[in-house]
């Protein structure tokens, strides 16, 4: 016990220093590495990212406890949570509020019976294809109310590409990844309650693309994620 005071007490500035940044990623603001093709083209593999975790409630360090509630949930934010299927940290766009009816029809989003609008497909620019697939790789923009963003379509694999109409319940989102064909998101997990939402994601700090051997995407620094409509 006397090795670990006296390890403790040499040490007492850089331990203070770690459950600083602990709390800091825990209440404030945490940072994640992207590690799949789920949000193409939007985020890519090797992109940085902050998630604010004051863009929408107070919780209490390292619980999912809310104490305070600051704004609501938009439509098309790009948000961080804790999967209610096993607690995996997921990163996807918001696309149901609470109350909506939300279908799709062959890739199109219907949202309380209202069409959202498509541009036409172009082939995805190399920059923004995903690594280890040569199907076919899609780029359409989609006009949710609000704002507009891209969403990656890949024609020969197998996926969900219809579902409900379904109502999002009180409390709850409907979540999908931008790589529509590629996501595992409320298709499959279900939806997300408020309480799980861990914040949300407005830019990318930075970008290393692993297939040149981790050369930084300077393009990337700092670019912003959400576009209006």
């Not at 040490?11 to 459950?19: A, S, T, V």
């Not at 090797?46 to 604010?52: A, F, K, P």
């Not at 697939?133 to 891209?150: C, D, F, N, T, W």
Request: hydrophobic share 40%; with cysteine; glycine share 8%.
């Amino acid at each position: 016990m006397q090795a670990i005071k006296k390890l403790i007490s040499a040490n007492k500035g850089f331990l203070c220093f770690l459950l600083g940044m602990l709390l800091i990623r825990s209440a404030v603001a945490d940072w994640y590495g992207v590690p799949s093709a789920s949000m193409y083209p939007t985020l890519l593999i090797g992109d940085r990212i902050i998630s604010n975790r004051l863009a929408y409630d107070v919780k209490l360090p390292f619980t999912d406890i809310v104490v305070g509630r600051i704004a609501d949930p938009r439509r098309g934010d790009i948000v961080t949570f804790s999967s209610p299927e096993d607690g995996t940290r997921l990163v996807k766009r918001l696309i149901g509020l609470p109350g909506d009816i939300v279908e799709m029809r062959d890739e199109q989003l219907v949202i309380n019976g209202a069409s959202m609008s498509y541009d036409a497909a172009t082939v995805a620019p190399p920059s923004h294809r995903m690594p280890d697939y040569e199907g076919r790789q899609l780029i359409v923009r989609e006009s949710l109310p609000a704002m507009a963003h891209g969403v990656m379509l890949l024609p020969e694999r197998m996926a969900l590409r219809s579902f409900g109409p379904m109502t999002v319940p009180v409390g709850e989102y409907l979540v999908l990844g931008d790589n529509r064909d590629d996501s595992k998101d409320s298709r499959y997990i279900g939806f997300v309650p408020r309480a799980l939402l861990t914040g949300r994601v407005s830019r990318v700090m930075f970008s290393l693309d692993p297939q040149r051997h981790y050369l930084p995407r300077v393009k990337r620094f700092g670019a912003a994620l959400q576009d209006a409509g």
